[in-house]
C-alpha cells in the first residue's frame, strides 16, 4: 500500500499497549500517530515502555483524535463502553476494541458500530469488510483454536486445564498478579466460571451449531510472566491418522497456528505470534496441546493480524517475531 496506516492507542499504559508500540513501531505499513493515557499525560512513552527507551520519543497524551486510520482500545474491561459512550468517532475510523465489552453476541452492535469477533482463523472474510473488531480473550483465543477442528467429536463433555502467565492479570497490583506471592506457586481461580467460557461457547457453536457438550474449565496462575499452555482431553472413537488429518486440513492455510508431532512447550511460542497444537491419540481419549504467547496471539499480535486484514495487507505482515528458545 502506498500510505501508511495512521494508528492511534487509547488506554497505552497497560502491558496489551506496550506490546501494540513494540509490533506496530516495527511494522511496515504503521505510523503510530499518539498514544493516549490520561494517567500518564506528558511523559515520555519510554518511562513507562522502558524497553523502548531511545527507540520512541512519542509522549503520552491525555485526548484522543480522529487523525487516526484506526483505534486500539487497550483500556480495562467497561473501559470501552465507556470511551464510545462519551466520544464520536466518525465512522471512517476502523477500532479494534481489546477489552471484552464487544465480544458476545448480544453486545457486538453498539454505538452504531457492528463489531465482529476477532478470531482471525474463524472470521477472516467477516474481518476484512468490517470497520470494528472485538479482540478476542487469551485463553478464549488457545482453547477455541485447539477445539475448532474436533468439535463434531466432543459428545458429552470436554476437559480443559489451561496455565496462564502473570502478565494476563494485567498491571493492577493484588495478590494474584504480585510476583512475591506467584513465584514458586500455583493456584486454581474461577474454576469452572472464567469469564472466557461465555465466548468460548459461542464460537464453538458458531462454528458448529450443533455443539452441546459441557466445557469445563479450570484456569490456573503460572510462576512464569507470560505465556499459556493449555490441555484439553475428551473420549472420542477417532483414529490417530483421522485426527491428525482434521487439524493439518482445517489450519493448512492459517499462517500462525502451527500443527506440530511433538508435544509443544511455551519457550516455542512466547514472542511469537504463533500457537502451537499437537494432538494425540491415547486409548479411548484425545488429548490436545497447545502452546502461545498471552500478550501476542492471545491480544496484541492478534490484533495487529486483525488490522492487516482490515486493511488488506498479507496478515504476516510486521508479525515474523523471534522465539525466545532458551
Known amino acids: 500500500m502506498s500510505e501508511r496506516i495512521k494508528i492511534g492507542i487509547i488506554g497505552g499504559a497497560g502491558y496489551v499497549a506496550g506490546e501494540l508500540l513494540r509490533i506496530l513501531m516495527n511494522h511496515p505499513f504503521a505510523i503510530i500517530k499518539y498514544v493516549q493515557s490520561e494517567s500518564q499525560q506528558d511523559k ?19 485526548s484522543w483524535s480522529a487523525d487516526a486510520d484506526v483505534l486500539f482500545l487497550c483500556g480495562g474491561h ?3 463502553t465507556i470511551f464510545l459512550t462519551e466520544n464520536q468517532i466518525p ?6 476494541d481489546m477489552s471484552q465489552d464487544f465480544r458476545l453476541r448480544l453486545t457486538k452492535n453498539s454505538h452504531g458500530r457492528s463489531f465482529i469477533y476477532g478470531l482471525s482463523e474463524h472470521n477472516r472474510e467477516q474481518i476484512k469488510a468490517t470497520g470494528s473488531v472485538a479482540n478476542p480473550g487469551c485463553f478464549a483465543t488457545a482453547i477455541t483454536l485447539s477445539l475448532l477442528p474436533v468439535i463434531p467429536l466432543v459428545k458429552n463433555e470436554v476437559h480443559i486445564h489451561a496455565i496462564t502467565g502473570s502478565t494476563g492479570s494485567g498491571q493492577s497490583l493484588s495478590p494474584g498478579v504480585n510476583f512475591n506471592w506467584r513465584s514458586n506457586n500455583v493456584s486454581i481461580y474461577k474454576a469452572f466460571s472464567h469469564q472466557h467460557l461465555d ?18 474449565f479450570l484456569p490456573v496462575r503460572g510462576n512464569f510472566t507470560r505465556g499459556i499452555f493449555t490441555s484439553i482431553y475428551f473420549k472420542s472413537d477417532i483414529t490417530a491418522d483421522e485426527l491428525q ?26 514472542n511469537t505470534n504463533r500457537i502451537l497444537i499437537n494432538a494425540a491419540k491415547y486409548d479411548d481419549k484425545i488429548l490436545i496441546i497447545s502452546a502461545m504467547d498471552n500478550l501476542l496471539k492471545g491480544a496484541s499480535g492478534q490484533a495487529v493480524q486483525n488490522m492487516n486484514l482490515l486493511f488488506g495487507l498479507d496478515e504476516t505482515t510486521g508479525l515474523k517475531l523471534k522465539s525466545v528458545a532458551f
Do not use: W
Open 91 to 96: 465512522a471512517t475510523v476502523k477500532i479494534i
Open 44 to 62: 515520555l512513552v519510554s518511562s513507562i515502555h522502558s524497553d523502548l527507551e531511545g527507540e520512541c520519543s512519542l509522549r503520552f497524551v491525555g
Open 78 to 80: 467497561q473501559q470501552s
Open 199 to 216: 465466548e468460548i461457547n459461542e464460537t464453538l457453536k458458531d462454528a458448529h451449531p450443533d455443539f452441546k457438550a459441557v466445557v469445563n
Open 245 to 270: 488429518s482434521r487439524f493439518r486440513t482445517r489450519y493448512q492455510n492459517d499462517p500462525f497456528v502451527v500443527i506440530t508431532d511433538m508435544a509443544p512447550d511455551l519457550k516455542q511460542a512466547v
